[in-house]
């Protein structure tokens, strides 16, 4: 595995979300949402990640994505381009045109809706790996993708491509984790992909977040990561109970539904738009969800 900088893909990295305005990519919209984030305290930000609607965005929106949130960020965070798609050439292209951009890593997700096996996952992800100088994460996200990694798996894959630094991983099994870290070592960066589980994956040993409620309080989020960085445990646990339940509510529906209703809400999106087949929240949900804005201090 290549070295990296100590302070390199560490941190609260937010998903950022997709704005749409008239069934169009709001892209000054987005490089705010990116200003945004440089403000409050995040480590990095993710663009087209799933928050960022990724299935219902062409080629072409992705990168120019990139290149937006690159020009905004202006060299204050690092930005990961997530170049997974639903075929090896699309995510080849989109991997080269993020690198051409200048992005400083990918993240690719597992294949979905084919199922393959697990050779034919270290043959993907190792011939995606060759093919750019990035450092490149796998989003291991079984819930949306239908397939898993094994541990042996990702040993394969790491194995054969040094670029592959890391893993967001975004399902429950903790000992997934800690098998990772035992058998790659403590400098495999491990991201956390579902919120309500960052404070115990990171007093593991897991080495940041990519969370949907960091569109929403970044602040709070970094906040979490660096109290674990620093030893903090006490503060991180206050801040683990105090997010938990703007944790939780990302799932009140399919994600990002309840984030862009409470972006929008808090001003910091006009409109929470999406594409098809993706819908707004329901009004019972934007109920629910002003009540929990009122109850976080947020409003």
């Not at 009004?283 to 947020?298: K, N, S, V």
Request: glycine share 8%; net charge negative.
């Amino acid at each position: 595995m290549i070295d990296l900088p100590s302070s390199a893909l560490r941190g609260s990295y937010p998903p950022l979300v997709t704005p749409f305005r008239d069934g169009a990519v709001d892209y000054v919209a987005f490089g705010r949402l990116v200003e945004h984030q440089a403000r409050e305290g995040s480590h990095g930000i993710v663009v087209c990640g799933t928050t960022g609607e990724p299935s219902t965005l062409t080629i072409e929106e992705r990168t120019r994505l990139t290149h937006v949130a690159l020009e905004a960020a202006a060299g204050r965070l690092p930005v990961v381009a997530a170049t997974g798609g639903q075929s090896h050439a699309e995510s080849l292209t989109l991997a080269e045109q993020a690198e051409r951009a200048g992005a400083h890593a990918l993240l690719v997700v597992t294949p979905y809706y084919i199922k393959p096996p697990q050779r034919g996952l270290v043959e993907y992800f190792v011939d995606l790996a060759q093919r750019t100088s990035l450092p490149l994460l796998i989003y291991h996200i079984p819930g949306r993708a239908g397939v898993s990694l094994e541990v042996d798996t990702m040993a394969r894959i790491v194995e054969r491509a040094d670029n592959v630094v890391g893993i967001k991983h975004a399902a429950t099994d903790l000992t997934f984790v800690t098998q990772l870290l035992c058998r790659l070592g403590p400098d495999f960066r491990i991201f956390v992909g579902l919120e309500e589980l960052s404070f115990p994956m990171l007093a593991i040993g897991a080495t940041g977040m990519m969370n949907a409620v960091g569109n929403v309080a970044p602040r709070r989020v970094a906040a979490l990561y660096d109290a674990v960085a620093r030893g903090d445990l006490a503060e991180a646990r206050r801040l683990h109970f105090d997010l938990f339940e703007l944790n939780q509510a990302v799932f009140w529906d399919t994600n990002p539904i309840p984030i862009k209703y409470l972006m929008k809400r808090i001003g910091l999106l006009e409109t929470n738009e999406h594409r098809l087949p993706m819908v707004p929240a329901l009004a019972e949900l934007e109920r629910r969800l002003d009540a929990l804005l009122a109850r976080c201090g947020l409003t």
